[in-house]
């Protein structure tokens, strides 16, 4: 059997998207592991859900470091510790610095709320509510130094429903979220593990 590529997984709350990539990682042939789960915050949920399925987690408190650069330097430790090869953000609410995007140049995937490049940033749904949009989704893209704009790996889109609130809308979105990511990052590692 190939050898799978060890993934990372960069979370600040519930990790539900964590979760659907750990799961999905379980079946026979995936091409990715999750090695490692790391958050910004030590109270994120996600830190235990990632113990409870048997993967290794650990919180870097955000706020104990003097900043940016010093955070970011306890991240790289970290992942190069558990030999992750890329790095997967499931709500990481930090914005990585240019120099840190550099270093993991097509190794890092992010999942976003919206269809990119529209709805760029936060409250999407209340956004593409608001601007009375006939859909509605989310995307997948490698992570550059320019927020949310990576080139895009997968995408899915929900239909914004005329009785829809944030709420209700965002639960949609999710679904696809879950969907999406679990067959982006297998994409990816395959072709990583392909020297492609």
């Not at 659907?20 to 915050?41: H, M, Q, T, W, Y």
């Not at 870097?60 to 992750?84: I, M, Q």
């Not at 990052?185 to 072709?191: Q, Y």
Request: hydrophobic content about 50%; some cysteine; charged content about 25%.
């Amino acid at each position: 059997m190939r050898r799978r590529v060890r993934a990372g997984v960069l979370i600040s709350g519930r990790g539900s998207n964590m979760s659907a990539l750990i799961e999905a990682a379980r079946a026979p042939g995936f091409a990715a592991e999750v090695a490692l789960v790391l958050s910004d915050k030590p109270a994120a949920a996600g830190l235990g859900a990632a113990r409870a399925a048997g993967v290794a987690a650990e919180a870097l408190d955000y706020r104990r470091f003097s900043g940016k650069p010093e955070f970011e330097a306890a991240v790289t430790a970290a992942l190069a510790a558990a030999d992750v090869e890329l790095i997967c953000l499931a709500g990481f609410m930090r914005i990585l610095s240019a120099g840190f995007v550099e270093r993991w140049r097509g190794r890092i995937l992010n999942v976003h709320p919206s269809l990119l490049p529209d709805l760029k940033g936060l409250h999407t749904h209340e956004r593409a509510i608001a601007e009375g949009r006939a859909e509605h989704g989310c995307t997948v893209h490698f992570v550059t130094a320019d927020l949310d704009a990576g080139p895009i790996v997968a995408q899915a889109r929900v239909p914004v429903l005329p009785d829809d609130d944030a709420d209700g809308l965002a639960a949609r979105v999710l679904v696809e979220e879950h969907r999406i990511y679990p067959m982006a990052l297998e994409a990816v590692a395959r072709a990583l593990r392909a020297g492609t």
